[in-house]
């Protein structure tokens, strides 16, 4: 089947007139009867009736129009997203997640996403309490927990081991414990009660090395893994920090290695409707990229339901 003689009918029968539809194609009358007649005899049938008041589809001519306007539909769509692949993605994103990953981990890579992709304006949403991102708070988010929402598409990032750290200062002070039992003995900082924590157990420390059901008193408690952070770096005392930032501070110093400790997962979260944005997949696939190139995911998570790309 001749798809210009196909191209031809879909707007004629659009247009309604042979008059029209050679208006619309640049052809005259007579050229596009001639394209109309020509496909009815390849098919052995009538596609039109003709009437003085213009052409009605037949039945065979509203199944051809139905088929022709899907295709219609189907390449314009495909020529959108060849058109959004040559052209610089731009527009707004305004990106949520954490104050500890975006702060530590995320904030340093813009200056690299913003020179791949100069005409993306990038907001970054610092919070430890989710966005609404059906409501639009949000356009995407990186989440230390999978969303439960139905409408959200998720695709796990990376997989995050806590580890036991100090500062080099608090350590020549107070010296390094050889084992859990010596934590009786030094400072603890852990995460603050009635809060949200990144981990069910993200306060084991209080109980390793220790009997059952027995916990160690903590030097200070804090509601933000940030804080965690800065608590530690200062000298503070002995905190329970994802490894990634050791790697971007030069003040931590891993202990008790032979500890296992908890882990958390993150997710690439976006809503359904904006799966087809350019601007949303080309940070995904950075995202993706420097991860693998920093070494950080610790685990090569299969995709479940609704973690698309």
Known sequence: MDWDKIRVFYIVAEAGSFTQAGEILHL??????????????????SLFHRHARGLILTEQGELLFRTAADVSQKLSI??????????????????????????????????????????IDVSLALSDDDLDLSMREADVAIRMTAPTQGDLIQRHLL?????VFASSDYLERYGIPKSPSELDSHRTIVYGEGTNPPSSNVNWLLEAGLIKGHKRRATLRVNSIYAILRAVEGGLGI????????????????????????????YFVYPEELKNMRRVAVFRDYLIKRIAEDG??????????KQQI
């Open 28 to 45: 005259s009358q007579s050229a596009v009867s001639r394209q109309i007649s020509s496909l009815e005899k390849s098919l052995n049938v």
């Open 78 to 119: 495909s020529e959108q997203r060849i058109l959004d692949n040559r052209i610089s993605p731009e527009g707004p994103l305004k990106i949520n997640t954490t104050v500890a990953f975006g702060s530590v981990w995320l904030t340093s890579r813009m200056a690299e996403f913003l020179e791949l992709y100069p005409r």
């Open 159 to 163: 997989r995050m081991p806590y580890k």
């Open 239 to 266: 905190g329970v920090l994802p490894d990634y930032m050791q790697r971007e501070s030069t003040k931590l110093v891993e202990i008790l290695p032979e500890l296992k400790c908890p882990q958390i997962d993150a």
């Open 296 to 305: 950080i995911n610790h685990n090569k998570k299969k995709m479940t339901q």
